[in-house]
Each structure stands twice: as structure tokens, then as C-alpha cells.
């Protein structure tokens, strides 16, 4: 079976979204920004096109991080974002499908996925979390930025076709392998990681959560 491809998406990935979300889906990646600016070890992963990058970069000077995306047409949107900023070369591009890649074992500080966990099916990302997991430092954190199913009934209504419409069209143009939105906060709980943050956008529609590693 042919491997997920966000590249043809790529140039059209910022507008689409713009049209789609506004400023919402940036909003709700950068909004745990004032927790990171300690940080030294990053891994960012399914970066794609790097706003939440640029973000980073331009909040916190001494973190080294490393991104980590398939698309070489998205790593190359992310390198022009970032390649003026003073402290662009701490940055280290990698070009991997995740599930290729080696995860170094207690490394990193942070793992960032923001619109990222979405793209896998229950089994992927319970090996992602795994991952994830075991590269983090004990009291390391993990930002999971997403889109989210609300309780009430009419927003839950809405928000599921919504879903649908997307997975069905990210489906056909990137060949993701999720049919539906997984939700992994019981797979980081039996990983011992614990909630210390969330935050909610667009009707409850977009998450942010700061977990960190117990
Ligand atoms: C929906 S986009 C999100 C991009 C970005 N994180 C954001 O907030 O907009 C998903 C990204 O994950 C990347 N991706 C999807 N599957 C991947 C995989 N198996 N390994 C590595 N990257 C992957 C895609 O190329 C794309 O850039």
C-alpha cells in the first residue's frame, strides 16, 4: 500500500486551513508556548509546514530541536519559515516516516504533536505513544494540540461531520491511514503521563493539552 503523502497538499496546507479555521488551529498551537521557554531538548513531531516552529524559535533562543516530518515538500515550507530567524540552526530537519525512525531513549524535554496524532489508527498510535513515551526524560512534557469532539449534543452533531468531511478528504488526497479521531488520553494515562493543562478553542472543537511524564 502506498505510504501517506502530504507533499501535493503542502502548498495549499496554510490557505486551506486559513479558510477553513482562521487563526484558530495557530491559536491553539502556540498556546502553551509560556510553558516551553525552558526547554532544551525538543522533538517536534509531523511538523509540517513549522508555524508552531517559527513560534518556538522566536520564544525560547537556547532550545535545541529536531523536526521530524515524511513530506520533504512540508520540511521545505518549514526550512524557508524559519531560515532567517538568529537561532534557525538549532534546528535539525529529519526526513522519516515516523515508524522508521529510531526514537533515542530518555532524551528529550519536550515532544510536541499538534495535528499530528490525528493522521494514525488506534494501533499506530498506541506504538506512538510508546514511542513518545520512552524518548521523553522523566518530568519531560508532551504538547498534544487536536481537534476534539465536544459533549454537548448539538456541538458533538456538528463536530463529528465536520470530522467526517475531513477524514474523508485527507483520506483522498494524503491517504492517512485514521478513519476517525482517536483520543489518547487513556493510552498517556497507562504511560503514567498526568494532565497539568488544557485549553479549548473554536466551541471546544481544538485542544491543547500539556501532559507531563511521571
Ligand atoms: C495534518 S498535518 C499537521 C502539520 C502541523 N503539525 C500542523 O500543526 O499544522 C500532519 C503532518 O504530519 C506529517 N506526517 C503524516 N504522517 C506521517 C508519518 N507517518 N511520519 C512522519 N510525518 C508524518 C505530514 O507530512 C504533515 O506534515
Redesign the pocket.
Known amino acids: 500500500m502506498k505510504k501517506?503523502s502530504?507533499d501535493k497538499l503542502a502548498p495549499w496546507y496554510h490557505f486551506l486551513e486559513t479558510i477553513s479555521f482562521g487563526n484558530h488551529?495557530q491559536q491553539c498551537?502556540i498556546s502553551q508556548l509560556v510553558e516551553l521557554n525552558k526547554v532544551k531538548n525538543v522533538l517536534i513531531l509531523?511538523?509540517?509546514?513549522g508555524?508552531?516552529l517559527e513560534s518556538l524559535l522566536k520564544s525560547n533562543n537556547n532550545a535545541k530541536i529536531e523536526s521530524?516530518?515524511?513530506?520533504k515538500k512540508?520540511i521545505g515550507l518549514a526550512t524557508a519559515r524559519i531560515n532567517s530567524l538568529a537561532n534557525s540552526s538549532n534546528v535539525i530537519f529529519i526526513h522519516?516516516?515516523?515508524?522508521d525512525w529510531d526514537f533515542p531513549k530518555d532524551k528529550y524535554d519536550l515532544v510536541v504533536t499538534?495535528?499530528?496524532l490525528d493522521?494514525f489508527n488506534y494501533s499506530e498510535l498506541t506504538k506512538l505513544i510508546e514511542k513518545i513515551s520512552l524518548s521523553l526524560k522523566p518530568e519531560g512534557k508532551l504538547i498534544y494540540g487536536d481537534f476534539s469532539v465536544p459533549n454537548s449534543l448539538f456541538k458533538k452533531t456538528l463536530t463529528s461531520l465536520l470530522l467526517l468531511g475531513m477524514y474523508l478528504f485527507f483520506k483522498i488526497f494524503t491517504r492517512?491511514s485514521a478513519n476517525s479521531l482517536y483520543d489518547p488520553t487513556s493510552l498517556l494515562i497507562e504511560k503514567k503521563f498526568i494532565l497539568k493543562n488544557e485549553k479549548y478553542y473554536l466551541w471546544s472543537f481544538l485542544k491543547s493539552q500539556l501532559w507531563i511524564k511521571n
Not at 509531523?46 to 509546514?49: E, L, P, Q, S
Not at 522519516?96 to 515508524?99: E, K, R, T, Y
Open positions: 501517506t502530504f488551529l498551537r509531523g511538523d509540517g509546514n508555524r508552531f521530524l516530518d515524511i513530506s512540508m522519516s516516516d515516523v515508524f499538534n495535528f499530528f493522521c492517512i
